[in-house]
Nanobody, 126 residues
């Protein structure tokens, strides 16, 4: 089992920055690919950013490229998402997710992730 707990969400204005954190426990964090997903009301959950076990390879959705940065600290069992230049369309619940079946690589689909956090609300006002 893996437990994931997100923190750092909140209400901000357009153009502001936020940093989401995800604390992992239960299994060897450095073995997993990790990702951030988001889900806005009435929309499907979508992949925002992902990283391999080492953090050397990352993926970003086109909508966040150049604005968001995913990173991890395996010594602290932590995953982060730095979000800059936030837009109202970034408003969503953000979820941390762990992929334990792909030998440390990340997946790009929801069904490839085995463990999820409870979600953290990010609201960006215009």
């Amino acid at each position: 089992q893996v437990q994931l707990v997100e923190s750092g969400g909140g209400l901000v204005q357009a153009g502001d920055s936020l940093r989401l954190s995800c604390a992992a426990s239960g299994r060897t964090f450095s073995n997993f690919g990790m990702a951030w997903f988001r889900q806005a009301p009435g929309k499907e959950r979508e992949l925002v950013a992902a990283t391999t076990w080492s953090g050397f390879s990352t993926y970003y959705a086109d909508s966040v490229k150049g604005r968001f940065t995913i990173s991890r600290d395996n010594a602290k069992n932590m995953l982060y998402l730095q979000m800059n230049s936030l837009k109202p369309e970034d408003t969503a619940v953000y979820y941390c997710a762990a992929c334990v079946r792909r030998d440390g690589n990340y997946g790009t689909r929801v069904e490839q992730y085995d463990y999820w956090g409870q979600g953290s609300q990010v609201t960006v006002s215009s």
